[in-house]
């Protein structure tokens, strides 16, 4: 009895644990993989929406930037459709530089080096919340600035939320019927 008592207090004690995100640790994402942070080749200047696309970022998560000669800047999404750089949130010089990740949102970098924003070096990143999904991948380089000031509709993401809840009550359920069956 005693050890049924054991596994349902562990049990439900996982549960608590997936429910508040603490079984989960935060990723780092080597912005641009192989290629770094540096100014886009060619006609390469969506490589860094192209990769942004290509992961999901969550809160706790962090962007790690690489790179020589130039420097990383986040700006406010005005300074990324202008490729500004007179009013940086925060600005990074040193080569290999952290990001973390701390809220749900949009955040907007930019290359610090004379033309290199205008040439493609910049990146969004969306980062989602805890029932937050993507509705729409980050605009390219090419895109014109949204203006748009109300936010767009998520879509729900109840499906996972119930699939989790389900997987969690039959081990619940389970526990229960082990602990009155061994009484």
């Known amino acids: 009895m005693a ?14 644990a997936s429910m508040n995100g603490l079984a989960d640790a935060g990723r780092v994402f080597k912005v641009g993989d192989e290629l770094g942070w540096q100014e886009p080749g060619g006609n390469n200047t969506a490589v860094y929406s192209q990769w942004a696309e290509r992961n999901r970022f969550q809160v706790e998560d962090s962007l790690l930037f690489e790179y020589k000669n130039d420097s990383v ?39 610090g080096a004379s033309d290199h924003c205008r040439n493609g070096q910049r990146l969004i990143v969306e980062v989602m919340g805890m029932h937050h999904q993507r509705s729409h991948s980050p605009p390219s380089i090419a895109n014109p600035p949204e203006y748009n000031l109300a936010p767009s509709p998520q879509p729900s993401s109840g499906a996972v939320v119930s699939v989790r809840l389900v997987s969690v009550l039959v081990v619940v359920l389970a526990t229960l019927e082990t602990l009155l069956l061994s009484s």
């Open 3 to 16: 050890s049924a008592v054991g596994l349902f207090c562990t049990c439900f004690l996982v549960f608590l």
């Open 73 to 111: 800047i986040q700006v406010d999404k005005w300074g990324y459709y202008h490729c500004n750089t007179s009013k940086p949130i925060v600005a990074f010089n040193n080569g290999r530089s952290t990001f973390n990740l701390d809220r749900p949102g949009p955040f907007y970098f930019i290359s």
